[in-house]
């Protein structure tokens, strides 16, 4: 089976713009999860969609959103970007049940200047 | 809230050498508990997790992990490090939520392997 796929691998905005980060879970798994990891604030959730429903949600400002579609795969959005959004975005997926693994994929490294 | 400490920003040992990082957590229910590793420029990998029953929690790669509800802990162990395991760990406590978990992760800890 293939992974986790997280694309771009690497992205570089300016403040103001806005982006949009795509995560391709593993066949068959129907939760995805977004988390970003800077060294600052090391490694934190933003939430989680299954079965395209955000089923749960982490402490982020509105700015940051995201969707899950049909086929599961999901992106995430952040508006109005700020310096401080500059960090390592990482997906995961697992089948959705509360005692299943996460796979993670090798992340989006987004640089705003 | 949950939350989880990791006391030790870097540990370095010896090749071959025992390993323990250590690990506790804030909780007020029963925690799910896990510990993954980071190579550099990839993504996390489940080493292994806590949700109930034996508290000797056997893991990939030669790890294990016990959880002690006395101490609020849940340190994980190898007993021969090998080079290749020089990498970021990172300790996460789960709170139950909507039918999943919401993971709070500690801060990690860089292991450097000497040869």
């Known amino acids: 089976k293939a992974g986790v796929t997280q694309t771009p691998r690497y992205l570089i905005k300016t403040r103001g713009q806005q982006v949009t980060l795509s995560c391709s879970p593993i066949s068959g798994h129907r939760s995805v999860s977004w988390y970003q990891q800077t060294p600052g604030q090391g490694l934190q959730f933003l939430f989680e969609y299954f079965s395209e429903t955000q089923r749960n949600k982490g402490n982020f400002p509105g700015r940051f959103s995201g969707r899950q579609f049909s086929n599961s795969r999901s992106e995430m959005n952040v508006s109005t970007l700020e310096l401080g959004d500059s960090a390592l975005y990482l997906c995961a997926s697992s089948s959705g049940q509360v005692n299943e693994k996460l796979f993670f994929g090798s992340g989006t490294q987004l640089s705003v200047l | 809230a949950q939350s989880v400490t990791q006391p030790d920003i870097h540990i370095t040992v010896s090749e071959g050498a025992s390993l323990e990082l250590r690990c506790n957590y804030s909780y007020g229910a029963t925690p799910y508990l896990f510990w993954y590793v980071q190579s550099p420029g990839q993504g996390l990998q489940l080493l292994l997790k806590?949700?109930?029953?034996?508290?000797l929690v056997q893991g990939i790669k030669g790890f294990e992990a016990e959880f002690k509800r006395s101490q609020s802990s849940f340190n994980l162990r190898k007993p021969s490090v090998h080079w290749s395991d020089a990498a970021e760990y990172f300790c996460a406590v789960g709170a139950a939520s909507g039918g999943s978990y919401i993971p709070t992760f500690g801060r990690g800890t860089s292991l450097i392997v000497h040869p």
């Open positions: 806590y949700f109930s029953g034996d508290t």
